[in-house]
């Protein structure tokens, strides 16, 4: 049986929601499995080996997480980051030498696909946007990304614009692969719109992410417009954390309807988004995100500012409301607008965009893609 190695820098554990861009990947994993064997290698806070069947999950420890954290361009940082380099080189070389996988997908390009490239073994990326948009504006690292991307087989994004960015850099070809998890039934969900409507925010509070975006916007709406709001609920975390939590606390002392609250399983995300009449996606930075997937499969449409791959995909599937402009002012007019609309009308396209973005399909096209002995 051909053995698939998958490299990520983000993989569930028992902290809910820590695992960032990387949410979906154990549903990938698990979908891969149904046809190869598959070796796991994630970062973690301590080693271990985990095996059922045909998935095998190695984790080894790292000095900090998430690695989203740490900032090559800060020298505080770089103790941490030569550390993780040094271990996850090592932990990659020992999962070769002890499973001997046929073909490895490094989930990201940097520091995966560094890791993947040290092996010999061929390889594949999966490039996110923080790949290109971040890390490769940095000259020297841009570098390496360039050489990671050019040894790489075949190269993977989860956007369409990402894709034709990774060409320019790589001077190779770059696959469409749409990020995906499944999540299960919202519980409690009676379906019942009124004619107040429910809102909310499941993601990093993180600039790129726009959660300053969604406070100001927020904070900028009239006693008419929240005459419209039944409540908006606003959960994650990170480095804006206190931002976020004390405009929520503002806005709610002011008579608001607004909660927030921390990570969340995917059990109580489905119960979120399932509960919304929309769901607010305020990025300024974005490829496809995975809430958006998210957000199809649950028949939840979407209030979303103009970034990426976004206004394509609003413009094909006619999945919500979107702003004209990445600013709290543009979210804002987009709040504005959704307001007044029944969020039942979006339904025919986000059943379009379901059955596009679905894991199952994208573990098949990444074996078809690679070829033999997978396909």
Request: net charge neutral; with cysteine.
């Given at each position: 049986?051909?053995?698939?190695?998958?490299i990520?820098?983000?993989?569930?554990d028992?902290?809910?929601?820590?695992?960032?861009?990387?949410?979906?990947v154990?549903d990938?994993?698990l979908?891969?499995?149904r046809?190869?064997?598959?070796t796991?290698l994630?970062v973690s806070?301590?080693?271990?080996v985990?095996?059922?069947?045909r998935l095998?999950i190695r984790?080894?420890a790292?000095?900090?997480?998430?690695?989203?954290?740490?900032?090559?361009g800060n020298?505080?940082d770089?103790?941490?980051?030569?550390?993780?380099?040094?271990?996850?080189?090592?932990a990659?070389?020992d999962?070769v030498s002890?499973d001997?996988?046929d073909?490895i997908?490094?989930?990201?390009a940097?520091?995966?696909?560094?890791w993947?490239?040290?092996?010999?073994?061929?390889?594949?990326?999966?490039?996110?946007?923080?790949?290109?948009?971040i890390l490769g504006?940095?000259?020297v690292?841009r570098?390496?990304?360039?050489?990671v991307l050019?040894?790489a087989?075949r190269?993977f994004?989860?956007?369409?614009?990402?894709g034709?960015?990774v060409?320019?850099?790589?001077?190779?070809s770059?696959s469409?692969?749409?990020?995906?998890?499944?999540?299960?039934t919202p519980?409690?969900?009676?379906?019942?719109?009124?004619?107040?409507?429910?809102?909310a925010?499941?993601?990093r509070?993180?600039?790129?992410?726009?959660?300053?975006?969604?406070?100001?916007?927020l904070?900028?709406?009239g006693?008419?417009?929240w005459?419209r709001i039944d409540e908006?609920?606003?959960f994650?975390?990170?480095?804006?954390?206190e931002l976020?939590k004390?405009?929520?606390?503002?806005?709610?002392?002011a008579?608001r309807p607004?909660?927030s609250g921390?990570?969340?399983?995917?059990?109580?995300?489905?119960?979120?988004?399932?509960?919304?009449?929309?769901?607010?996606?305020p990025?300024r930075?974005?490829?496809?995100?995975?809430?958006?997937?998210?957000?199809?499969?649950?028949?939840t449409?979407l209030?979303?500012?103009?970034?990426?791959d976004?206004p394509r995909?609003?413009?094909?599937?006619?999945c919500?409301?979107?702003?004209?402009a990445?600013?709290?002012?543009?979210?804002?007019?987009?709040?504005?607008?959704?307001?007044h609309?029944d969020?039942?009308?979006?339904?025919?396209?986000?059943?379009?965009a379901?059955?596009?973005?679905?894991?199952?399909?994208?573990?098949?096209?990444f074996?078809d893609?690679?070829?033999?002995?997978f396909?």
């Amino acid at each position: 049986m051909p053995r698939i190695a998958l490299i990520t820098t983000s993989y569930p554990d028992a902290t809910p929601g820590r695992e960032a861009a990387g949410s979906f990947v154990e549903d990938f994993a698990l979908e891969l499995a149904r046809i190869v064997d598959v070796t796991v290698l994630a970062v973690s806070e301590a080693d271990s080996v985990e095996r059922d069947d045909r998935l095998t999950i190695r984790r080894f420890a790292v000095p900090r997480l998430p690695l989203s954290r740490l900032r090559p361009g800060n020298p505080i940082d770089w103790p941490a980051i030569v550390t993780t380099l040094r271990r996850g080189q090592r932990a990659t070389a020992d999962m070769v030498s002890a499973d001997r996988p046929d073909h490895i997908l490094a989930l990201w390009a940097l520091p995966s696909g560094w890791w993947a490239r040290s092996t010999g073994v061929p390889y594949s990326t999966w490039v996110l946007g923080s790949d290109v948009w971040i890390l490769g504006r940095v000259p020297v690292i841009r570098s390496v990304l360039a050489g990671v991307l050019n040894g790489a087989a075949r190269r993977f994004a989860d956007g369409i614009q990402l894709g034709a960015d990774v060409e320019r850099l790589s001077a190779r070809s770059c696959s469409f692969l749409a990020s995906s998890r499944r999540l299960p039934t919202p519980r409690n969900n009676s379906g019942e719109h009124g004619d107040r409507l429910k809102l909310a925010f499941l993601g990093r509070w993180h600039p790129n992410k726009g959660a300053d975006l969604l406070m100001q916007a927020l904070a900028s709406l009239g006693d008419e417009e929240w005459q419209r709001i039944d409540e908006i609920r606003i959960f994650g975390g990170g480095p804006l954390e206190e931002l976020v939590k004390k405009s929520a606390h503002e806005l709610a002392a002011a008579g608001r309807p607004v909660a927030s609250g921390g990570y969340l399983d995917k059990q109580e995300a489905a119960d979120l988004i399932g509960w919304a009449d929309f769901l607010i996606l305020p990025s300024r930075i974005e490829s496809i995100p995975v809430i958006f997937s998210d957000a199809m499969q649950l028949g939840t449409p979407l209030i979303a500012t103009p970034v990426g791959d976004l206004p394509r995909l609003f413009e094909r599937y006619k999945c919500g409301v979107l702003a004209d402009a990445p600013t709290s002012e543009g979210l804002a007019d987009a709040l504005r607008t959704a307001l007044h609309q029944d969020s039942r009308s979006f339904l025919p396209g986000i059943e379009r965009a379901r059955t596009d973005f679905d894991t199952r399909s994208s573990a098949r096209l990444f074996l078809d893609t690679i070829g033999e002995p997978f396909s």
